[in-house]
């Protein structure tokens, strides 16, 4: 039987799915969190910082000799004021009224409000600067310091905390993808430990899972499996019991209608004689149909769930087959032959009689007069095998698969066979988990037919 790779919904998939999408959500939130949190101390220190060099500023605003306000700071002073690694520095002092004192002229003017200092965002010269306003009463007069700076230095260690704050949350969703990986893995366990249970098991083995540590959720699904392991063994049985009785009903009128044309056919005189024979030998293949559509219903392993598996001497089978045939293959002046090595299998032992009888039958039906058929059981790498050979007329390359099938009989079979004997011994190679090999006779010659034993079911003789 083909294994397929159909993949369904994966439940593992679906959890890690369903703990990761909040788990990322949670860290992205906190990730915006940090950053929007952040700025505003980060604002507020570097707005300290103009609001000091404003304070300073203020310091140095005196009336000259007429009166009017005046800055008294060098240039030098003012070089340092605007000196900055990173960003452009500018200032402005008004007196009352908006008039101009010192500073750029250009600067805008935030608005005065009863906040002082007062703050505010603006655009200068092409780019954006971070304004602080700062009232005073100076010698001269109430004065206002505007002091700004574009904003290269704030956005520049933004950039490096929102930087940090997602290398930090990365490292954070890892180990977290890995904590649910372990957690879903280890949440899977118990399913995967009733998955062993069923696929360790053989076709026939229908007893119930245990239920005593599995968990909660998967428990309705493992008493419906055990519920369905009764109905397939009680069908099981019941076909089994129907199979038999079939067998013994049908087998006993048709063995006594048998005997009976046996000994009409004895006593016949012509012309009856010849319509007897005929009679008698239809019944024949009746009996023998009948025997093999018993025998393929019954080796069937979708209706034997219970099959009585022992230790069989493969060398002892061999031995009986052929010295039952060895009539029958006199009568047709073939030379039936055993090579013979003590080997035992783990099997049915009436199946393994009726697959090796069929292949037996097979070979002497299909050996002209004067060929051989040989029969042999040993070990080869390890594995234990049965094989028939025949120096017969062989089955064509193209139909050997299709000999297996039910009824198929090969293009050059001779007789009046049913179709069934190789059909029966590849039902009992799948119910022994037996490979079933079909290939030429030594020197292109005849057929041989393998079945090999997998190791796990094969003993030493």
Known sequence: MRKTN???PSIRRRLFTLLLIPAALVLAAGTATDYLASRSPLRDAYDQALIDAAIAIAAYVEPDAEGNATLTLSPHAIALLRSDSSDSIYFQVTGANARYIAGDAGLPQLHQNVINPARGDAVYGGERIRMVAYRAMSAAGPIVVTVAETMHKRDHTLNRILSSALLVDAAQLSLVLLLIWLGVRLAMVPLHHVERQIGSRSPRDLAALPTTAVPVEILSLVKTINRLFNVLRDTGSAQRRFLESAAHQLRTPLTGVQAQLELLAAEATEPNHERLDRVLDATRRLAHTTHQLLTLARSDEAANLNWDFTSVDLAQLVESIVTQRLATADLAGIDLGAQIEPVRARGVAWLLEEALGNLVNNA??????GGSVTVQCGREHGAVFL??????IGIPPAERQHVLERFFRASNARGTGTGLGLAIVDEVAQL???????????DGRGTAIRLTFPPEITTSG
């Open 6 to 8: 159909e993949r369904g």
């Open 432 to 442: 022994h988990g037996a490979g079933l090999a079909i290939n030429s006779g030594p």
């Open 387 to 392: 094989e028939v050979i025949d120096t017969g």
């Open 364 to 369: 002497i039906a299909h050996t002209p007069n």
